[in-house]
């Protein structure tokens, strides 16, 4: 019995150890120490913030289309494809439209990411606001892409999927133009002078890029948010925020 409670004793020391860590962190000079309620609060209003800011902007028209930092385009290897497509009279504008389609349906998607981050933000325990606070300066973007990404990517797949499956020219669709490409590239790739050439294997899911590439721009959007909060005083909107991140 005397070993149980002194495994309990030592157990609720370091919690509360811990816990005294993570409020001399957020203590400010000229104020009274925040509370450990206020500092997750201020931690989520971040997190909420951040995210809120960036799928609203990404969401509008043109988010993604017209922002050359997150634009989403075909991969290096369907060169192939684009290029034999402009030569046909009026090629170029239907590579484009189908750019503008899959930027549009990323658009569409980052309309409806909100309740994902919410969810997130929600489940945020002490332990994952101590690593937000001690971390890096992308720390609470690295928290919301471990527990979101799955749930994004199914989020905006499907909207992605629709828009490669659309016909561009003679009844062929981006995805059909695309797997043509990569089969025969593959095959190449895995042949005996294939390997001797060097030749790697391409991924021949289509949507699986676009989906990935559409992540990978609304987390940077995230991080830069992040970066404003934690290095400017402006971006810090709320009291609170003011107090954690001063």
Known sequence: MMKIRCIIFIAALAILTSCAELLTVVQSGAGAPLTEEEVIRGLKEALSTGARNSAGRLAAE?????????????????????????????????????????????????????PIFVNSISQMTIKDAFNILKGTDNAATSYLRSTTWDSLYDLYKPKIRNSTEKEIAGNISTKDAWLALTGKWNSLASSVPGKLAGFKPVNTDLDDFLTSKALNGLFLKIETEELKIRREVSARVTPLLKRVFD
Do not use: C, H, M, T
């Open 62 to 114: 043109n988010g993604y289309f017209g922002d050359a930092a997150v634009k989403i385009l075909l991969p290096d290897e369907a060169k192939v494809i684009v290029d034999n497509i402009s030569k046909i009279p009026g090629g170029d504008q239907l590579i484009e439209n189908v750019i503008l389609r899959i930027n549009r349906a990323a658009e569409d998607a980052a309309k409806d990411a909100a």
